[in-house]
């Protein structure tokens, strides 16, 4: 085993795409990972997306233990609040490794911003607020990194739209020079000590994945390859990586989770309603509402009225929370729905239910319901409870999670009622989603005892891999072994 860890993340990667492109010889770099480490699946969290997964990642908890669910949570009002790193209890790997006397540097990371200070360098990554925020430590370093790396963004800034094909080639150019930017980023730092830990995390795959993903199917669209070509970007620096530093560094490389196809989108706070679990308030401006919605007033026709006006690349340019906020005055909003009688709603990304009271009956009864009436979608389904083996759920975790087809059906955001129908083609013109496996790679090859990893392994194998000890509270456990080696199903290549 290596003295040194460098942690290579790629957000979203997904080896359905890697090892056949690998293959054909479009990725050297992943191509000697196949071929010379130790390459699996990981899975991911329930639900596998990013504000779930990289807290699990980081920590060695589950959700059931952070409470994210998704980038926002419903706050005691009803309000739509952001989840940021400052809301996490638990210490990031690198916060033990750093307090041990390890030197640390991490660039781009997702949900950590805010930061705690370490013992080394860290860039803060996706949630961070823009660069006029305190997004590097030390902040002596700031004015050299702007100078450096004017170009470089937290988030896309532009939002795709099928009224205006302008949008999605600003939005690939942005893409590609996300993943050139944070590799230049990635070797500014990696140069400027001799670190211990170096951690880098790339979102462009990402990105480009959920908006591009349907131009693989077409040959003659100027975005056919718009993935691939991203991938290359990260794969030229992992070969360099793994050619150049793997004599003196473990290579760690990680996804969150996987990608794929995304057919529809499913608003189920209407199934909710028709079942007799939601109810709204009776007042006027609600009423209004509710006509408003059946006439068609809701996100789904604002965004494409916003498209056809050309308005939908600027509203990138808006923060999310400002944006939610500004439409959940216009529509049908959490803040709308009567809570004394509604014992049931949806929210988030993945849609989880969340039950206004612990009812066991009630979680049995609805359970039943939506295995009857998604059979033909549903590919699992199950309390919480049963997911995260525990009977104590923070407020911020549903009480059902599901998935249908496998996440290429998939609730839209966070507005409560965002189209008049159940199922609707996705209003956020994405045509990629996430999917449960992510990758894990190991290089040079390294002795495993865990062969079925999952995202709490992360942590612990880190620590393990310094030899540091695991906290009691890490659920998972570490991947390696120096003292035995086991033979393992790899990647078919």
């Known amino acids: 085993m290596k003295k040194k860890l460098f942690f290579f993340g790629i957000d979203s990667a997904t080896w359905d795409l890697i090892v056949p492109w690998a293959k054909a010889g479009k990725l050297p770099g992943f191509w000697k990972l196949l071929k010379q480490g130790s390459t699996l699946d990981l899975r991911s969290t329930m639900p596998p997306i990013t504000p779930v997964a990289w807290p699990t990642a980081m920590t060695g908890v589950s959700p059931a233990v952070h409470g994210f669910y998704d980038f926002y949570r419903l706050d005691a009002s009803r309000q739509i609040t952001v989840n940021l790193a400052s809301e996490l209890s638990h210490a990031f790997f690198w916060d ?57 963004h937290f988030a896309p800034g532009t939002k795709v739209s099928k009224n205006d094909p302008k949008s999605y080639e600003l939005r690939f150019k942005e893409n590609l020079e996300d993943a050139r930017e944070t590799a230049r980023v990635a070797k500014w730092l990696f140069a400027k000590d001799d670190w211990d830990l170096f951690a880098v995390n790339f979102m462009a795959v990402d990105h480009v994945q959920h908006f591009f993903w349907e131009f693989m199917d077409q040959p003659n669209s100027p975005y056919h390859d718009a993935i691939l070509k991203v991938y290359q970007i990260v794969d030229q620096y992992l070969l360099e990586v793994l050619t150049k530093y793997s004599d003196q560094y473990q290579i760690m490389i990680f996804s969150d989770h996987g990608a794929g196809k995304l057919e529809k989108t499913v608003f189920l706070n209407h199934w909710l309603r028709e079942k007799g679990y939601l109810y709204f308030k009776n007042t006027p401006l609600v009423l209004m509402k509710r006509l408003l919605t059946n006439l068609g007033f809701n996100p789904e026709k604002l965004i494409g009225l916003a498209s056809k006006l050309g308005l939908v690349r600027k509203a990138g340019r808006i923060k999310m929370q400002t944006r939610n906020r500004f439409l959940n005055k216009l529509i049908l909003s959490y803040a709308d729905l009567d809570w004394h009688k509604t014992r049931a709603y949806s929210f988030g990304m993945y849609g989880g239910i969340f039950l206004t009271q612990k009812n066991k009956k009630l979680l049995t009864e609805i359970l039943t319901a939506l295995r009857q009436d998604f059979k033909k979608e549903l590919t699992f389904v199950d309390s919480s409870e049963n997911i995260y083996q525990t009977k104590v759920l923070p407020k911020t975790i549903p009480n ?83 003292a035995e080696s086991l033979s393992i199903d790899e990647i078919e290549i």
Not at 141 to 146: A, D, M, Q, S, V
Not at 456 to 462: A, C, K, L, R, V
């Open 400 to 482: 059902i999670q599901f998935l249908l087809k496998e996440g290429a059906i998939v609730s839209t955001n966070i507005y409560a009622f965002s189209g008049n129908k159940l199922f609707t083609d996705p209003i956020t013109n994405k045509s990629g989603e996430h999917r449960i496996n992510g990758i894990l790679g190991l290089y040079p090859k390294t002795d495993l005892k865990v062969t079925k990893p999952c995202l709490e392994d992360i942590t612990p194998t880190i620590l393990r891999f310094f030899n540091e000890p695991v906290p009691d509270y890490c659920l998972g456990q570490a991947i390696i072994d120096k």
């Open 96 to 152: 033990i490794l750093s307090r041990a006397g390890k030197k640390i540097a991490v660039c781009n990371l997702p949900i950590t911003y805010p930061f705690k200070k370490v013992n080394g360098i860290m860039i803060s990554g996706l949630m961070t607020p823009g660069i006029k925020a305190d997004f590097i430590k030390p902040k002596s370093l700031k004015p050299e990194f702007l100078k450096r790396f004017p170009k470089f």
